[in-house]
């Protein structure tokens, strides 16, 4: 009675059991490893096929050349040159010199309104030569400062006849034998051998016993001017950097009769 109250029950879960093992299309496990896709539909892959390498084209690289456009050279036009121009005195009285500045020896004066030939300039300033005659009829031309004129035409377009020209050389005394030059910033101070002269050899009391010829740099251009003094020394106040052309200067000695030298001054360069 005992066994038979066991059986029933072991019977049942058999054939529960076999109902079981039987049924198929369950939920597969999920430790079954996904079959993995072909990467080709052409070549197919076998555990012995070599990896097939990747292959990668190059975007091409855009080169671009830069051609300027030409530019023009810029040419300066060479000023017409003329032998002479006429121009009148507008002033009342022009002193006419033996150098083209106000510190060289006074020749004479014309009169205001005087009609004048003009044959001549200098590189770097604004006098101008003016053709003249002596009593014998020999030429005796002598400066003029241009801005006491009334000109007809471009004083530009005259020949530049100084430096070139030499000055009336003095019978009595030679120029320095030397002179030196130091520069400091923009200024230069010139001294040069002093040269005595007689009370004598003045012309008058406004007469400088030296004439310094500078030829000076300022805002890229060169400026001629004459600079005059009593004493073996000066100073140029203001000689620039900038110009084509190098800074030059030339000392004399003034007597009334005429000039000594000159003696180039060595001029210093920028540092």
């Known amino acids: 009675m005992k066994l038979s109250k066991y059986i029933l029950p072991i019977l049942l879960i058999l054939a529960t059991l076999a109902c079981n093992i039987g049924t198929t299309g369950g939920t597969p496990p999920a430790s079954d490893p996904l079959e993995p896709a072909s990467t080709s539909t052409d070549i197919p892959l076998t555990e012995t096929s070599p990896p097939i390498p990747a292959t990668f084209t190059p975007i091409p690289t855009l080169t671009f050349t830069f051609t300027p456009a030409p530019t023009e050279t810029p040419t300066q036009t060479p000023i017409p040159t003329v032998e002479s121009l006429k121009a009148k005195v507008i002033a009342d009285k022009l002193s006419c010199r033996y150098g083209p500045g106000a510190e060289y020896l006074y020749l004479f004066a014309f009169n205001g ?53 030499k000055l009336i050389v003095s019978p009595y005394y030679p120029g320095p034998s030397w002179a030196k030059a130091t520069r400091n910033g923009n200024s230069v101070e ?34 001629f001017e004459t600079l005059g003094t009593n004493y073996p020394a000066i100073k140029v106040e203001n000689d620039e950097p900038g110009c084509s052309v190098p800074s030059h200067g030339l000392v004399y000695v003034q007597e009334k009769h005429g000039y000594g030298g000159p003696v180039e001054v060595p001029w210093p360069p920028h540092e």
């Open 190 to 223: 010139i001294t040069w051998e002093a040269v005595p002269i007689s009370p004598g050899k003045y012309a008058d009391e406004l007469m400088h016993q030296y004439i310094i010829e500078v030829w000076r740099c300022e805002a890229g251009e060169i400026i």
């Open 113 to 165: 309104t005087a009609n004048i030939k003009l044959v001549g300039r200098t590189d770097a300033n604004n006098w101008v030569w003016v053709a003249n005659k002596d009593e014998n009829n020999r030429d005796n031309n002598c400066w003029v400062n241009a801005k006491f004129l009334e000109i007809q035409g471009d004083p530009k377009t005259l020949p530049i006849v100084y430096p070139g020209l």
